[in-house]
C-alpha cells in the first residue's frame, strides 16, 4: 500500500499520521549526565598545571607559541588546545668528555671506557693529548631552545668538540699539557658560546673546565720524567732567586749601615773640632786679659791630669840627690811610667 503524500499547500493528506516520538528513558538520562560529568572532569583536569620554582613553561597554543609560564599554578585550555613543555632554566646542565661520572658522592666515581677516543686530540706540533674536559650551561631562554634546536645536548657536544679541537690544535703539546690550560679554557667557552648565540640555541655557557690533561698511555711515563726535570730545574731556580733575594738585600744594607756610620763619625769629629777650637778661642780671649793668672790656671790643670799617673814622687834639692837615688824604686810600675 503506497504511503500517503504531503500536501503540497502545506496540509496533511487524508489518512496521514505523524511518527511517534519515544523521550529518553531515566537510564538514558543518567548515562548522559555521567558522560558529562566526565568530560568536565577531563576538561579541569587538562586545564591547570604546576610550574616549579627552577622551571619554566613554553606554551603551546595549537602548536604556535602562546607565551611563557613563570613558576607557579596556572590554567590552559583542554583538550590538547595548549600544551606547557616545562623547561629547566635555573638548572645548570653538565656534558662530559672523555669520561662518565658513574656515582657522585664524597668519593666520587668515574668511567674512562669506552669514551676514551671522546678525549684524543691533536696539537698544533702534531703530538697527541688526553683532553678530559667538562662543559657547564643553562637554558637563558626557553622560547628558543624550544623552537631553534632539535637537539640541544647533542648540540652542545658536536660544537664542545669542534671548538675544543680547534682551540687546542693552535698551541703546542707542552702549552697544553703545563702552563696554557687557563688560556684554552677561556678561549674555548668564548668561542662556544658564540657559536651558540650564531645558533639562536638560548643557551648560556656557565663553564668550560680541563678536568685531566695527559699525554696519551704509551708515552706517559717518558713525559712524567721529563715533567720532573722541569719540576727540579723550576725548584733550582727558585732557589737561586731566593737566595739572591736574601743576599743583596742584606749586602746592600750593610752598606747603607756602614755609610752611615761614616758619616756619623765625620759629624763626630767635626763637631769635636769645632768644640776644641771654640774652647781654645775661649782660653785665648781670657788669656788676652789676664795672661799670668791664665798661665797658672793651665799649667795647675796639666799637673792635676798627670801627676796622678806618675805614682810616688820624690821631690829633692840638688845636694842630697846623690844620696838617695839607689834607695829609688824605679822597677815598679808607677815609677816606670
Do not use: C
Amino acid at each position: 500500500m503506497a504511503e500517503p503524500t504531503r500536501d503540497p499547500k502545506g496540509g496533511n493528506p487524508p489518512g496521514f499520521r505523524p511518527p511517534d516520538i519515544q523521550l529518553p528513558d531515566r537510564w538514558a538520562m543518567y548515562l548522559l549526565w555521567g558522560v558529562l560529568a566526565v568530560l568536565a572532569l577531563l576538561a579541569l583536569r587538562g586545564s591547570v598545571y604546576t610550574v616549579g620554582t627552577d622551571e619554566q613553561g613554553v606554551i603551546l597554543r595549537l602548536g604556535r607559541w602562546g607565551g611563557i609560564a613563570e613558576p607557579g599554578f596556572h590554567f590552559k585550555l583542554p583538550f590538547g588546545l595548549d600544551e606547557v613543555h616545562l623547561v629547566p632554566t635555573k638548572q645548570v646542565l653538565k656534558e662530559e668528555f672523555g669520561f662518565r661520572t658513574v656515582r657522585s658522592d664524597v668519593r666520587s666515581e668515574f668511567a674512562k671506557q669506552p669514551y676514551a677516543l671522546e678525549s684524543l686530540t691533536l696539537t698544533g706540533d702534531l703530538n697527541i693529548a688526553d683532553v678530559e674536559w667538562i662543559v657547564q650551561y643553562r637554558i637563558s631562554d626557553p622560547t628558543a631552545y624550544w623552537f631553534q634546536i632539535e637537539e640541544p645536548a647533542q648540540t652542545v657536544r658536536d660544537l664542545s668538540e669542534a671548538v675544543l679541537r680547534q682551540v687546542i690544535g693552535s698551541r703546542t703539546v707542552d702549552q697544553v699539557l703545563t702552563v696554557g690550560r687557563s688560556e684554552i679554557e677561556a678561549e674555548a667557552k668564548r668561542l662556544l658560546q658564540k657559536q651558540l648565540n650564531t645558533y639562536k640555541s638560548g643557551l648560556s655557557i656557565v663553564a668550560l673546565q680541563l678536568r685531566n690533561v695527559t699525554p696519551p698511555e704509551p708515552v706517559q711515563a717518558s713525559f712524567n720524567d721529563v715533567n720532573r726535570s722541569e719540576q727540579d730545574r723550576e725548584k733550582v731556580i727558585d732557589q737561586s732567586r731566593a737566595a739572591y733575594n736574601r743576599e743583596i738585600p742584606a749586602a746592600e744594607g750593610e752598606a747603607l749601615r756602614t755609610v752611615e756610620q761614616a758619616k756619623g763619625q765625620a759629624i763626630d769629629r767635626v763637631n769635636r773640632a769645632k768644640g776644641d777650637a771654640n774652647r781654645f778661642l775661649a782660653i785665648l780671649a781670657e788669656y788676652r786679659k789676664s795672661p799670668d793668672v791664665t798661665r797658672r790656671r793651665l799649667y795647675l790643670e796639666t799637673m792635676g791630669q798627670v801627676l796622678p799617673a806618675v805614682g810616688d814622687l820624690t821631690i829633692l834639692d840638688g845636694s842630697t840627690g846623690a844620696n838617695v837615688l839607689p834607695l829609688l824604686d824605679l822597677k815598679r810600675q808607677g815609677g816606670a811610667k
